[in-house]
T-cell receptor, first 115, second 114 residues
C-alpha cells in the first residue's frame, strides 16, 4: 500500500534560516500530497497540498512541489520565524478513490525556531 | 476558525473512571476519524466512521469505543480509564467526495489519567 516517510526531527533553526523538511512517498497510481502543521496545543491544520505531478502547493511562505520522478514532496521556506515553531506532517492519499479514500500521515517533524 | 469541536480540551481523571470525549462537526461530513497522538507526535488511527451507524476500528488497537448516532456527533468512550490511556486525542472529518480535499481536525483533547 501507499506509504510516506519524512525526515526525523527535531529540527532547530535560527530565525531567518532556510528550512527544508524532506518527505518521500511510495504509491500506486497518482496520490494527492499534503503538508499539515500542528502548533503547540492545537490540532492539525492543512498547510498546503498538491494533487498532480509538478504541482506546487504554497501557503504562508511555505512551498512544496510534487515530484513524481523522485517521489518527493519536500517542504521549504526561505526565511523561518519563531512563529513557525510547530510539528509538520506530510501525508498522501491511500490509493482508494472517491469517498472511500483515507489519508496516510508521516510521523511528524518537530521544528523549533530560535530568535 | 474550526468547524469541528472537541470537548473538553483538557481532562485529568482518576483510574477506573468512565469518560466520554466529545467531537462534533457542523459541516455535514460523513466520514469521521479518531486519532491518538503519542508524545513523539506520531498519529495513530484508532476509530473511523463512514456515516450514521457505521463504526470501524483503525490501525491501532484501542480499548475505547465510539458511536455514530448522528452525522455531526462522533463521541469516544473509555469505560475504565487507565494511566496507559494518557494521550492527546484528535478528531477529524472529511468533506464529501474525493479524499484529495483533505481532512479537517479539531483542536484535540489532552487526557491525563492519574
Amino acid at each position: 500500500g501507499n506509504s510516506v516517510t519524512q525526515m526525523e526531527g527535531p529540527v532547530t533553526l535560527s530565525e531567518e534560516a532556510f528550512l527544508t523538511i524532506n518527505c518521500t512517498y511510495t504509491a500506486t497510481g497518482y496520490p494527492s500530497l499534503f503538508w499539515y502543521v500542528q502548533y503547540p496545543g492545537e490540532g492539525l491544520q492543512l498547510l498546503l497540498k498538491a494533487t498532480k505531478a509538478d504541482d506546487k502547493g504554497s501557503n504562508k511562505g511555505f512551498e512544496a512541489t510534487y515530484r513524481k520522478e523522485t517521489t518527493s514532496f519536500h517542504l521549504e521556506k526561505g526565511s523561518v520565524q519563531v512563529s513557525d515553531s510547530a510539528v509538520y506532517f506530510c501525508a498522501l492519499t491511500d490509493g482508494y478513490g472517491g469517498s472511500q479514500g483515507n489519508l496516510i500521515f508521516g510521523k511528524g517533524t518537530k521544528l523549533s525556531v530560535k530568535p | 476558525e474550526a468547524d469541528i469541536y472537541q470537548t473538553p480540551r483538557y481532562l485529568v481523571i482518576g483510574t477506573g473512571k468512565k469518560i466520554t470525549l466529545e467531537c462534533s462537526q457542523t459541516m455535514g461530513h460523513d466520514k469521521m476519524y479518531w486519532y491518538q497522538q503519542d508524545p513523539g507526535m506520531e498519529l495513530h488511527l484508532i476509530h473511523y466512521s463512514y456515516g450514521v451507524n457505521s463504526t470501524e476500528k483503525g490501525d491501532l488497537s484501542s480499548e475505547s469505543t465510539v458511536s455514530r448516532i448522528r452525522t455531526e456527533h462522533f463521541p469516544l468512550t473509555l469505560e475504565s480509564a487507565r494511566p496507559s490511556h494518557t494521550s492527546q486525542y484528535l478528531c477529524a472529518s472529511k468533506p464529501p467526495g474525493a479524499v484529495r480535499n483533505g481532512y479537517t481536525f479539531g483542536s484535540g483533547t489532552r487526557l491525563t489519567v492519574v
